[in-house]
């Protein structure tokens, strides 16, 4: 059964930081695309930011400079650094793993407000 478990959500000042964590299990971790995707209410949701079995990142333009993204395959997790966030930051972040097939997490919620 494979699961995907997002963490580290919560409120957070305008210019700090948060790190999110994905663990994934019950897949075989190294060969997926992993990903992290955001929704605001009433939007879409929208890549923030994606990395390759490979390593390769790409960032959606309003987070390049700001948000890393890393993985490890030993721990089988994906994290995403967050830098100087700003209130547009707001929103539900989901973990997606994307090979064979796509499997989403629960998601977890980020708010950025003085």
């Known amino acids: 059964q494979v699961r995907i478990v997002e963490s580290g959500g919560g409120l957070v000042h305008p210019g700090g930081s948060l790190t999110l964590s994905c663990a994934a299990s019950?897949?075989?971790?190294?060969?997926?695309?992993m990903g992290w995707y955001r929704q605001a209410p009433g939007k879409q949701r929208d890549l923030v930011a994606r990395?390759?079995?490979?390593?390769?990142?790409t960032y959606a333009d309003s987070v390049k400079g700001r948000f890393t993204i890393s993985r490890d395959n030993a721990k089988n997790t994906v994290s995403l650094e967050m830098n100087n966030v700003k209130p547009e930051d707001t929103a539900v972040y989901y973990c997606?793993?994307?090979?064979?097939?796509?499997?989403w997490g629960q998601g977890t919620q980020v708010t950025v407000s003085s």
């Open positions: 997606k793993a994307d090979w064979l097939n796509v499997y």
């Open positions: 990395i390759s079995a490979g390593g390769t990142t």
């Open positions: 019950g897949l075989s971790f190294s060969r997926y695309v």
